[in-house]
């Protein structure tokens, strides 16, 4: 198995599509929104930020070059003072759950993410009855976190009433995560 990563392509829209409406993966996400196609999405990739300031990116996860996933970015800016922000969300074809494809996919992405900006704090949600996609939270590091009002509120109308449950990411933790998911080293015993 030879995970990679990529900055997602025009190419690769269709393939995300059918991933995020199989139904195996749409148990663990947002249906995705009316209006929401592989057109717009296309759009949205090639756009800039909106009116709040906020941009998007997404990143395509091969195995052995075939799409198995993808990691959606939406990027915000810092308020005076404070760090800038980056809310990720991702989905992976169920063939390729529970073999540590999304902790690999998402080390790689994370360590350009902080080389880029050392000062990003990450974020990411899931539905507490997804228990594999806290365990790749919780194995790079994230910590709990507490949703403004109104995140929450969008979160509980997008999910049906449905728990979510939010985390966040410095590079401080994520380095220490690494560190703990590296194999040991031969000359330490």
Known sequence: ????????EIADIDAIFALRNDP?????????RKGETPASFEKKLAG?????GISFRCT???????????VMQHFGPGAEGRRRSC????????????????????????????DED?????????FESNHRSRRVIEKLGF????MHWMVWLTHLVRSHGRRIEQYRLDRLRYRRAVERMAPPNESQG
């Open 60 to 70: 395509s996860i091969f195995d052995d070059g075939v799409l198995v996933g993808h």
């Open 143 to 146: 910590q709990p976190d507490r």
């Open 118 to 126: 050392p000062k990003l704090v990450v974020f990411a949600s899931c």
């Open 24 to 32: 195996d993966v749409l148990r663990h996400q947002y249906q995705p």
């Open 87 to 114: 809310d990720c969300g991702w989905n992976l074809a169920k063939s390729h759950w529970g073999q540590g494809v999304m902790p690999r996919a998402l080390t790689q992405l994370f360590a350009q993410l902080f």
């Open 48 to 52: 800039q930020p909106n009116v709040l």
């Open 1 to 8: 198995m030879a995970i990679t990563i990529k900055p997602t």
